[in-house]
């Protein structure tokens, strides 16, 4: 009777504290956002899920196709991806009642508690074999399971997230990469030019030297420039073969087994207008900002699972068997023994371990909510600082192309002057080379230009979609509701 008291007693105090467990629903921080960016927005239409098309470049998509099919950083995402979702499939697995099949050697501790019926003892043999069906399911009466179930659906969600981050940093990483090799080209192609001119001025200086009208150093200083000028060119090369190789490596391919025919950045790469975007469009679009808030939901599950630990745990147990005296005569021959009943758990003493658990469940929602807004600001701050070196680019970009105007109009009138007689061939090599430096710093606006746009789209969130994620055949099979959309029609 003692017993059944202190049962009792603690299902009563069960009972009790269930009036304490308020488990509210999840609901987003309610964080201030700009109305706008400060930095001057663009015309443009909202990010598209193919933007590098708008560069206009076939090589570019083809080289992204490759990345998407061979990419070693993506295949690490999606396997994380996979690990998450059996994750959540075995959370959902204590939903449903489990079933197992037990079989014992004669055992006299088990024969004598199979012995018991009904509150009294059985004359059975106290060495007996056992077949015996068993099973047992969890009443979820305060949430344990199924906040359990959200944690790790929620996880699964943020691993979803985190493959887009790297499906969005991949395209950007290779389609920055084929712009670097693409002004390589041409700036290699620029350098050259410029060899030629230094080399051109070097052999009449050494005529003008030989005919006693000049002296060494000039003749010194022309030298070096030459020497400079071939070993800039042999630099660029070289970091082109760098470029290219770390190209490959993004790709999943070996250096050498890549080679690019060269082509010039700005008759190659359009520049397409840039993209617009709310700054709340964020929230829904950005999938580092996604994965920051399933984190934090799976948090917000954990303190539910945390406390949910402090109640009495309730269950459903279930036994159909067969003891004999044999082996082969448990089916046949043996006696049959079926029972099933509640069961009930409670701790009274675990010197303060669930209360350790449910501070740390929120510590970690506090600790998950502090990045969640991180993640919002430094989102915000790409955005703006890709605006501003849009901006940047472009207005620099005007002003080189006003100056290689000038410059041309400049080497026109040169020329003339040149056929008149009146203009030495050294004088219109140095307007060569300064139209040259014209060109050059024109090619590195054009290409930080193209450099701040693929920057804009991955700070917007653009260009993936969990559908667009290449899973193998064999990965387990989600149910509805696991993958999460991108971003809803009204925020697009």
């Known amino acids: 009777m003692s017993g059944c008291r202190v049962l009792l007693a603690a299902a009563l105090a069960g009972l009790l504290l269930a009036g304490c467990l308020d488990n509210p629903a999840y609901q987003r921080p309610d964080l201030p956002l700009p109305q706008a960016w400060s930095a001057e927005a663009a015309t443009g239409a909202a990010p598209a899920d193919n933007w590098w098309d708008g560069f206009g470049d076939p090589q570019l998509r083809q080289l992204l196709d490759r990345a998407m099919a061979g990419s070693p ?44 019926n ?58 920055r990469a084929y712009f670097d090799i693409r002004e390589l080209d041409e700036e290699i192609t620029l350098s050259t030019q410029r060899g030629t001119l230094a080399a051109e001025r070097l052999r009449l200086l050494r005529l003008r030297q030989s005919a006693g009208r000049l002296g060494a150093a000039p003749v010194m200083d022309a030298e070096l420039a030459a020497r400079d000028a071939t070993a800039r060119t042999e630099a660029l090369r070289a970091a082109r073969r760098e470029t290219l190789n770390a190209l490959a490596v993004l790709l999943g391919a070996t250096p050498e087994s890549l080679d690019l025919a060269a082509a010039p950045l700005r008759t190659t790469v359009t520049a397409p207008v840039p993209p617009e975007g709310l700054p709340s469009a964020l929230l829904e679009r950005r999938p580092d900002i996604r994965a920051a808030e399933a984190r934090l939901i799976a948090a917000h599950a954990e303190i539910a699972v945390a406390r949910a630990e402090m109640f009495p745990q309730v269950g459903l147990t279930a036994k159909f068997g067969f003891v004999a005296e044999a082996v082969h005569g448990l089916v046949f021959e043996g006696s049959s023994v079926a029972g099933a009943g509640p069961t009930f758990s409670y701790s009274i003493f675990d010197a303060g371990r669930l209360k350790a658990q449910s501070d740390a469940s929120k510590r970690r929602y506090d600790l998950l909510l502090a990045e969640y807004r991180k993640s919002i600001y430094a989102g915000l701050a790409d955005v703006e600082k890709s605006l501003l070196s849009y901006q940047l680019a472009t207005n620099d970009g005007t002003r080189w192309s006003d100056a290689q105007g000038m410059q041309q109009a400049q080497l026109q009138r ?14 219109l090599i140095a307007a060569q080379d300064q139209a040259l430096t014209a060109e050059l710093a024109a090619l590195h606006s054009y290409h930080a230009r193209l450099d701040s746009l693929v920057a804009l789209y991955q700070a917007l969130g653009g260009g993936w979609d969990p559908a667009q994620l290449k899973l193998p055949e064999d990965a387990p099979p989600e149910q509805n509701g696991d993958t999460p959309t991108v971003a809803p029609a009204a925020a697009k």
Not at 143 to 171: C, E, H, P, T
Not at 417 to 425: D, I, Q
């Open 414 to 427: 040169l020329d003339r002057s040149l056929a008149a007689g009146r203009l030495s061939r050294l004088e």
């Open 73 to 116: 950083d993506l295949q690490i995402a999606i396997d994380r991806l996979l690990i998450a979702r059996d994750g959540l499939k075995g959370a959902r697995s204590h939903l449903y009642p489990a079933v197992s099949i037990n079989g014992l050697p004669p055992d006299p501790v088990y024969s004598q508690a199979l012995s018991i």
């Open 118 to 175: 009904n509150g009294r003892r059985l004359d059975v043999d106290p060495s007996l074999y056992a077949l015996s069906l068993d099973a047992s399911y969890e009443v979820d009466f305060w949430g344990r399971v199924s906040n359990s179930v959200m944690a790790a659906k929620s996880d699964y969600q943020a691993s979803v997230f985190d493959a887009g981050s790297a499906y969005i940093g991949l395209r950007s990483e290779v389609a």
